[in-house]
């Protein structure tokens, strides 16, 4: 397994709207295992793979802190939303950063599980709020994009700062 690079806010490729997986293959579940060695590093609690520059409609959960509830959704797909539950959250591609967001409090989903077999599940609260954050991602949207536009500019702003004191580091 290994550890794979997360893209991070503005990058442009964090856009890009992912498109079906048609195979589920032994190549497809060794890119899932890195992925959660690669949220579970971070650590997350939800990782898409467009955060990890693999266009596809894949991503993966553990809410708990025992990594004991992996969850694969490989073309995940909302039947039902219902409730709402505001609640601050924060994504590994714009790292440090917290803001409430908006979203439905139970959802219906169905999906094809890392063996490639049609599941339906049901979700609520923290796994709920993940999977809809995830999936927002495979649409190239991101949590910054439900603040004002003058917020995630400020955000944009600070990210590629700091990330130019990072890599003048590095050349030192
Ligand atoms: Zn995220």
Do not use: W
Not at 1 to 21: G, H, N, Q, S, Y
Not at 55 to 70: F, M, Y
């Amino acid at each position: 397994m290994a550890k794979l690079k997360i893209l991070e806010f503005p990058d442009p490729r964090l856009r890009t709207k992912a498109t079906p997986v048609e195979v589920v293959d032994d190549n497809l579940r060794a890119f899932i295992g890195d992925m959660f060695e690669t949220m579970y590093a971070a650590p997350g609690i939800g990782l898409a793979a467009t955060q990890v520059d693999l266009h596809k409609r894949l991503l993966i959960t553990d809410v708990t802190a025992d990594k004991s509830e992996p969850h694969v959704l490989i073309n995940p797909e909302i039947l039902e939303r219902d409730g709402v539950t505001i609640s601050d959250e924060g994504c590994l591609s714009v790292p440090g950063y917290y803001e409430e967001v908006e979203r439905a409090e139970h959802i219906r989903v169905r999906f094809i599980d890392r063996q490639g077999e049609a599941q339906e599940m049901e979700a609520e609260g923290l796994l709920a709020i993940c999977i809809q954050h995830e999936m927002d991602h495979l649409d190239g949207k991101l949590f910054v994009d439900y603040l004002s536009e003058a917020k995630r500019q400020r955000i944009r702003k600070k990210l590629l700062k700091e990330r130019r004191h990072q890599s003048a580091a590095v050349v030192l």
